[in-house]
């Protein structure tokens, strides 16, 4: 029995990833040799909380290892704090109850670059291209709407209301009366849909910037209460084709609250961290069973596409008669050696 034990012990020792082993106060009871190789990491010390998490906005008895949580991930994808700064490490966790106390057994590994990856990076770039395709569209419509469609139907409003002042039967001026509110409404929608469809607005003004006049327009169009913080890098040079990215997916978000889930408040955080930007987005509408959500609508699946395009992750939390939560975080790196070159610098 002994020499199984410590032959187990000799394998579980030479895997080709970091096993460690805590509590539930993430104190840190075994380590493997490839695991103190990776980490640094000693017995005796606390396993730290990954980027991620760190930055996460937690209910009061809720768990901030997103891997410890109620409806945990298989696996993920984040940074953590070793001895030579922050390294990425693909993340699993599995829970095991002895002697009547909680462990966690938990497994890291360098994220694997191989053919199954590379055939999903490809589908990344293809999605890429797809998303890129539709913003120029949307453009191309917005100017449309713009130029041509709005230009026209104002034309319409200016003419009736000279015939409006023309008009001395009351019954027939009531009927153009009509018309005029009828074409008012329509001109408000044709704004509305310019603004919503337009990425200009990112390009021209930067991400905070546009989503403060986004948060005043959402107001008046769904009419519900909306609050918004940002702590951003205001050094941080943002490529605006990202910074468009991440404003659909917190556009998506308020869309979906409201007409799904009938929501009446809505709030928005978004903070600076090395060189990411973490999001929290919370409404009271009436939730959704949220498991498996990734792949069952086209915009949560936009939203999620979008943010793996921006080396990040989303996460839907909610149940049915809400509250929702929205959560995740983008790269806003435009390479991989300044990627690098910033975790090395912290």
């Known amino acids: 029995m002994l020499m199984q034990e410590e032959f187990l012990a000799e394998i579980v020792d030479h895997l080709p990833e970091g096993m460690i082993v ?13 695991a103190v190789l990776m980490t640094g990491w000693q017995i005796g010390g606390k396993v730290p909380y990954c980027t991620y998490c760190q930055e996460r906005e937690v209910e009061a008895d809720e768990n901030r290892c997103i891997l410890t949580s109620e ?7 984040s940074h953590m704090a070793v001895y030579e700064g922050l390294e990425e490490f693909e993340m699993s966790l599995k829970k095991l109850h002895i002697s009547n106390e909680d462990y966690y057994v938990l497994r890291l590994r360098h994220p694997v670059r191989n053919e199954n990856s590379e055939r999903a990076r490809f589908h990344e770039l293809l999605v890429q291209e797809t998303m890129l395709a539709q913003e120029a569209e949307r ?67 930067g991400l905070e910037k546009s989503l403060y ?32 990215h991440l404003f659909r997916v917190i556009q998506e978000s308020v869309a979906n609250a409201v007409r799904h889930g009938k929501a009446t408040y809505f709030s928005i955080h978004l903070k600076s961290y090395f060189q990411y930007i973490f999001f ?47 959560e995740g975080f983008v790269s806003l790196t435009s390479s991989e050696g300044e990627r690098e070159n910033e975790l090395n610098d912290h």
């Not at 005029?180 to 003004?205: A, F, G």
């Open 22 to 34: 805590m509590d539930k106060e993430r104190t840190i009871h075994y380590l493997n040799e490839k």
């Open 71 to 77: 409806s945990p991930i298989p696996f993920f994808n």
């Open 139 to 205: 453009k191309r419509i917005a100017r449309e709407l713009h130029d041509h469609i709005g230009q026209s139907v104002y034309s319409i409003f200016l003419g009736l209301e000279v015939i409006k002042q023309n008009i001395s039967d009351e019954h027939y001026q009531n009927h153009v009366t009509n018309m005029v509110n009828v074409m008012e409404k329509t001109l408000d929608d044709i704004k509305r849909l310019t603004k919503s469809l337009r990425p200009e607005i990112v390009y021209d003004i």
């Open 213 to 244: 006049q986004a948060v005043k327009d959402w107001r008046k169009l769904y009419q519900i209460e909306i609050f918004l913080e940002m702590e951003l890098n205001q050094e941080q040079t943002l490529d605006p084709e990202k910074e468009l």
């Open 280 to 326: 929290h987005l919370y409404d009271n509408g009436n939730g959704f069973i949220s498991e498996g959500c990734k792949t069952k609508g086209l915009g949560l699946k936009h939203m999620y596409e979008r943010c793996k395009m921006l080396d990040g992750d989303i996460r839907w939390i909610s149940k049915e008669g809400g509250p929702t939560r929205v």
